[in-house]
Structure formats: C-alpha cells, structure tokens
C-alpha cells in the first residue's frame, strides 16, 4: 500500500470515528494535529511529549481529545454507552 493509500484510509477511519463519537449522546471529540514536522517531533521527543519516529512525519497519526471516550477506548474496554 503507499504512502498515499494508507493516508486516504487513515482519513476515511478517523472520519468514521469521529461521526460514530458524535453519535453517542454527551460525547464529543477535538482533533489536534495530525502532520507534525521533523523538528516539531524532536522538540516534542525532547520535552517528553512525543516520539522522534512518530506516525505524525507521514500524516498517519492524529492528536485528539475526548468527553469521556478516550479513556474507554484507550484501554481496550469496549463503550457501555
């Protein structure tokens, strides 16, 4: 797949994430940043923030926060909501 694909994807999903997020009432979600610079990486790498070898340098990655979601989501346990 390229780089190009995998970016196209990427979207569709966190498109896709978004929307299902909205749907759940009282929950919400912000992206942040999703393409980050080399020396932005490094800077966050440096300050404890980030990774050197982030997916952001490809556009694979995005920064987000969530009402309540986010923490379900990050520890694997499936939303009850």
Do not use: W, Y
């Given at each position: 797949m390229t780089l190009r694909e995998q970016r196209i994807l990427f979207t569709r999903l966190v498109c896709e994430f978004g929307v299902w997020v909205f749907s759940l009432p009282g929950y919400e979600i912000a992206f942040g940043e999703v393409k980050r610079s080399?020396?932005?990486?490094?800077?966050?790498?440096?300050?404890?923030?980030?990774?050197?070898?982030?997916?952001?340098?490809?556009?694979?990655?995005?920064?987000?926060?969530?009402?309540?979601?986010?923490?379900?989501?990050?520890?694997?346990?499936?939303?009850?909501?």
């Open positions: 080399k020396l932005q990486a490094q800077a966050n790498a440096s300050n404890g923030t980030g990774i050197n070898n982030s997916l952001h340098l490809e556009g694979l990655a995005v920064d987000q926060t969530a009402n309540r979601i986010m923490s379900l989501v990050n520890i694997g346990k499936p939303c009850t909501c």
